[in-house]
């Protein structure tokens, strides 16, 4: 069956540092995979897009990258700040399927 | 209002209660989706919609009920829910489903929904 894991539960960084999350898969060929934030209380809120045929994408402090070889998406923080502090999500899409990971909790330390 | 927007936020309810979940897109989507987000579980697609037609049911048992009268609405009617459905529903709306590339998804608050 399809599976999606994502590195830990939790993670905790240092303020500062780059945090890296991770996005495994088995059984499954995305089209693209999707990361998103989600904070207590609300709904997940949409961060970046990466497609198959796409190795890495940046967005301001935001690195993606897609490796369709190892199954593998990772998920980079640089310059992490508390207000990052959230729980991320990865989703991957191929057709109208959609699969969400669970989330890793990040929690960025002062 | 823009975006997404769910009402009620928080429902509590009996097993033998019927209750109405309700979604607003203001966004001018033709796609609509609900969820399911339990502890410690993925979120749970449940159905899809795309121009008023729904186009996925993911194995959703029948006391979950969807309507989609209009490409801007859509409800989640429950009837004799059982406790394990007690979860956070979220809504979410795209421009449409399938391969678009840019697919992104905008999600509603959630109803935090709890069943006695």
């Known amino acids: 069956s399809q599976k999606i894991e994502q590195n830990s539960e939790a993670l905790n960084i240092q303020e500062g540092k780059t945090a890296t999350l991770t996005c495994n898969y088995t059984?499954?060929?995305?089209?693209?995979l999707q990361w998103y934030r989600q904070d207590p209380g609300r709904g997940p809120v949409f961060l970046l897009l990466i497609r198959e045929n796409e190795k890495e994408k940046r967005k301001e402090r935001l690195k993606v990258t897609f490796d369709t070889t190892l199954k593998q998406s990772l998920f980079h923080i640089t310059a992490s700040q508390p207000a990052d502090s959230a729980t991320y999500l990865c989703a991957l899409h191929r057709d109208d399927k959609i699969i969400f990971g669970k989330g890793t909790r990040l929690h960025i330390l002062p | 209002e823009t975006g997404v927007t769910q009402t009620p936020r928080h429902l509590v309810m009996g097993m033998t209660n019927k209750k109405s979940l309700k979604c607003e897109q203001h966004l001018g989507h033709n796609a609509m989706y609900w969820y399911k987000q339990s502890a410690k579980k993925p979120l749970e697609l449940m159905f899809v919609?795309?121009?008023?037609?729904?186009?996925e049911n993911n194995s959703v048992p029948s006391r979950f009920s969807p309507e989609c009268p209009n490409s801007s609405h859509l409800f989640l009617h429950l009837h004799t829910l059982q406790p394990e459905d007690s979860a956070l529903y979220l809504c979410?709306?795209?421009?449409?489903?399938?391969?678009?590339?840019?697919?992104?998804?905008?999600f509603g608050p959630g109803t935090r929904l709890t069943v006695l």
């Open positions: 059984n499954y060929s995305p089209a693209y």
């Open positions: 919609y795309n121009f008023k037609e729904q186009t």
């Open positions: 979410a709306s795209s421009r449409s489903p399938g391969t678009s590339e840019e697919n992104e998804q905008f």
